[in-house]
């Protein structure tokens, strides 16, 4: 059974860099094919991809946000980790990290984490 | 980055009615689109991959047909439990882009 979860704060201040963590089980981010992808949710609004990290290693990024972001990942834990640098309280939104079936079909979702930029 | 136009943005119908929202991609993106439906306060949830192939277990109501730019996504007859946000979302380019949503609301 795949499993991912989302965890970080829930409450950064302007100009902070955002750390959150995705955790994950029942699949190896070493096998062959494997994709975790992040997307976020401002509150009432659109889904919005973020990154991508592949198996091998492959990242990919955002091209609106592909300079303030960084992702990585911890194959011995599960993890994948995405921060995001100068964050601003248009970054408020729902983070969620998925894994993808196939190319970026993305069929299984953590449960979200709500991170609220605020001063 | 492909813009997915997505319409209607709401729309409020009966129960047993026929749904259709349609999504229209910038440029060609082949069968690479995708339909989401998230409840309020959850995950969005996969529901149609390939323009038209029904994920496992997801009720033969939902369908999707289309290829190019322009795809519809149907619900044949609405349901209480289908009252949902659907969002259609291209992996045709890098980076994956999401339609605007459709809140569907029983009148």
């Known amino acids: 059974q795949v499993t991912l979860k989302e965890s970080g704060p829930a409450l950064v201040k302007p100009t902070q860099t955002l750390t959150l963590t995705c955790t994950f089980s029942g699949f190896s981010l070493s096998t062959t094919g494997m994709r975790v992808s992040w997307i976020r949710q401002p509150p009432g609004k659109a889904l919005e991809w973020l990154a991508r990290i592949d198996w091998d290693d492959d990242k990919f990024y955002s091209t609106s946000l592909k300079t303030r972001l960084t992702i990585s990942k911890d194959t011995s834990k599960n993890q994948v980790v995405l921060t995001m640098t100068n964050v601003d309280p248009v970054d408020t939104a729902t983070y969620y990290c998925a894994r993808n079936l196939y190319g970026d079909l993305l069929a299984y979702w953590g449960q979200g984490i709500l991170v609220t930029v605020s001063s | 980055d492909i813009q997915m136009t997505q319409s209607p943005s709401s729309l409020s119908t009966s129960l047993g009615d026929r749904v259709t929202i349609t999504c229209q991609a910038s440029?060609?993106?082949?069968?690479?689109l995708n339909w989401y439906q998230q409840k309020p306060g959850k995950a969005p949830r996969l529901l149609i991959y390939?323009?038209?192939k029904l994920e496992a277990a997801v009720p033969l109501r939902f369908s999707g047909r289309g290829s190019g730019t322009d795809f519809t996504f149907t619900i044949s007859s609405l349901q209480p439990e289908d009252i949902a946000t659907y969002f259609c979302q291209q992996y045709d380019n890098l980076p994956p882009t999401f339609g605007g949503g459709t809140k569907v609301e029983i009148k």
């Open positions: 390939d323009a038209s």
């Open positions: 440029q060609d993106i082949s069968n690479y």
